[in-house]
């Protein structure tokens, strides 16, 4: 089974509306931490935000929150007043402390699109 | 925000030459670094994991002795890629964690290899 999930190939959203971009988890581990990053064209990746499993409060950076529900394992990405520069790819990942020798694992990630 | 360089950004060599790309974390000491490898808007995929001192873990189905990996400091990191053939082409991505409970890592802006 996939250890991350990004149900969304795609995403397009309108300039200053908010988007909801989507990941579901998989793990047994009881401490870990999700994390987002974002790819521009560039193909730099540039950590977004991150969200630790003991955390109670969901995390959030300027636009960028996560909206952590652990009985569910998920851990959504919600960018709110969508920008032009938004426009990108963007990636969910988890590191599980006591299992997978502490590396991260990466979902296929979304290609959101900003529309003007 | 931690920073990782990587160089060259861009290579292109011919077929049967040998490619090296380093890796440094410019304002943090990295005691794990992590190679990645991603095909054009897919998902990242690990190749090794560098830990400063000691030999490369290198992921199942990996070549140890096509992609070699050297982390003598624990600033720097290299990989080389040796005899590189076409099917090597990608885009090569490196990044660095702070310490082995360090939960975020930052990534290099990325070398795009070209093997003609």
């Known amino acids: 089974a996939q250890k991350i999930t990004q149900t969304q190939p795609g995403m397009f959203v309108q300039e200053k509306e908010a988007v909801t971009l989507d990941c579901t988890y998989d793990?047994?581990?009881?401490?870990?931490?999700l994390f987002w990053y974002k790819q521009p064209s560039s193909g730099e990746m540039i950590f977004l935000i991150y969200?630790?499993?003991?955390?109670?409060q969901n995390a959030t950076e300027g636009r960028y929150s996560l909206n952590f529900q652990k009985a569910r394992k998920s851990a959504n990405l919600v960018i709110s007043a969508s920008q032009l520069g938004d426009s990108a790819m963007y990636f969910c990942?988890?590191?599980?402390?006591?299992?997978?020798?502490?590396?991260?694992?990466f979902g296929d990630g979304t290609t959101l699109t900003v529309k003007p | 925000g931690a920073v990782v360089s990587q160089h060259p950004s861009r290579v292109i060599c011919k077929s049967g030459t040998s490619v090296k790309i380093e890796c440094r974390s410019l304002?943090?000491?990295?005691?794990?670094m992590f190679w990645y490898r991603q095909f054009p808007k897919k998902s990242l995929m690990l190749m090794a994991t560098s830990n400063e001192g000691s030999k490369a873990t290198y992921e199942q189905g990996v070549e140890k002795d096509k992609f070699l990996i050297n982390h003598a400091s624990l600033t720097l990191s290299t990989l080389t890629v040796t005899s590189a053939h076409p099917e090597d082409s990608s885009f090569y991505i490196c990044?660095?964690?702070?310490?082995?409970?360090?939960?975020?890592?930052?990534f290099g802006p990325g070398t795009r290899l070209t093997v003609l």
């Open positions: 990044s660095a964690r702070a310490g082995e409970h360090a939960d975020t890592q930052y």
């Open positions: 990942a988890m590191r599980e402390v006591n299992t997978n020798a502490g590396k991260s694992t």
């Open positions: 969200q630790g499993s003991y955390d109670e």
């Open positions: 793990t047994s581990d009881q401490s870990y931490g």
């Open positions: 304002d943090f000491q990295a005691t794990t």
